[in-house]
């Protein structure tokens, strides 16, 4: 019985090791430069900025066909 219990006690301290250094290789590898996510009601919307030599002109406003006959799909996101 003592056998079973090394291994046991040898199996969660591997895991626990492997735990810690995901962990930490998590934290060292984050990016600092990005600047955080708001929560919750602290979101703003800005809308998306338009190229205008883009064939989609924008939200909520309709593609003007292309002379070659290819049709344009524009999809935006609010990011919510």
């Keep these: 019985m ?8 040898w199996a969660v ?3 626990a090791a492997v735990v810690i250094l ?3 290789l ?3 590898l984050q990016d600092t ?3 955080p996510v708001p929560h919750g009601g602290a979101e703003t919307f800005e809308p998306p900025s338009v190229d205008p030599d883009s064939d989609c002109p924008g939200p909520g406003l309709t593609p003007s066909p292309r002379s070659d006959g290819t049709i344009v ?7 919510r």
């Design 2 to 9: 003592t056998g079973g219990r090394r291994r046991w006690r």
């Design 13 to 15: 301290a591997v895991w």
């Design 22 to 24: 995901g962990g930490g």
């Design 26 to 28: 998590t934290l060292w």
């Design 33 to 35: 430069d990005e600047q």
């Design 73 to 79: 799909l524009c999809a935006y996101s609010t990011g």
